[in-house]
């Protein structure tokens, strides 16, 4: 990994405005000794493909101008929970895009009213606590589990197990709208018959939804 990204941020309009400006130095992915390099973002936690913007490809340049605006539409109080995912990667026709480094910019610390673009030094990819990239976070699920023993057969236990299923936080947004419509399906493995399905009401336009359902799985063998 090599180089620098040239990209300012700021708010306006109900809008956060990335301005992608240029890159520098990019590591060569190409046999020519160049690369094809686009820029790609995303507004952390959400990684789904509403949240996706992409530049332009600049063809065989290790050093790519761009000038081009990507907008997010998202309330300004929302803003200081999220991270700007800024990443350099080689377009491929015929192959599998390369990556060519990242730079994470938490907006907590960002002053949203500097229209300026500012340098950033590009690093591979980056982990969070646990080797888990933030990037892969979808959210949280809150549930219970709980097994009522019924008798003893053989050396076996059979029972039923109870589930709650409580809430969920953080869900990213899938719909047009910048909403989820959330639900929560269950199957106790390997059975995936319809007759093993558990499944909870769906709640619309929400990322934080409550379900409060309640299922059990009998004659479970333990």
Known sequence: IS???RFGVFYKEGQLVV???RARGLAAADSNGLSDPYIKT???PDKS???KRKTSVKRKTLDPVYNETLQYKVPRNEVASRTLWVSVWDWDRFGR???LGEVRLPLSSADLDDKEDHWYILHDKEEAEGGQMDAFYRGELFLGLMFAPRETKKGRIHGTLHMAIKEARDLPKMDDSGLADGFVKCYLLPDKSSGGKRKTEVVKNDPNPVWDARFSYEK???
Do not use: A, C, D, P
């Open 49 to 51: 493909k509403h949240s």
């Open 220 to 222: 479970v063998l333990l």
């Open 3 to 5: 180089g620098e990204v």
């Open 19 to 21: 301005h992608v400006s």
């Open 97 to 99: 895009n390369k990556f």
């Open 42 to 44: 995303y507004l952390l």
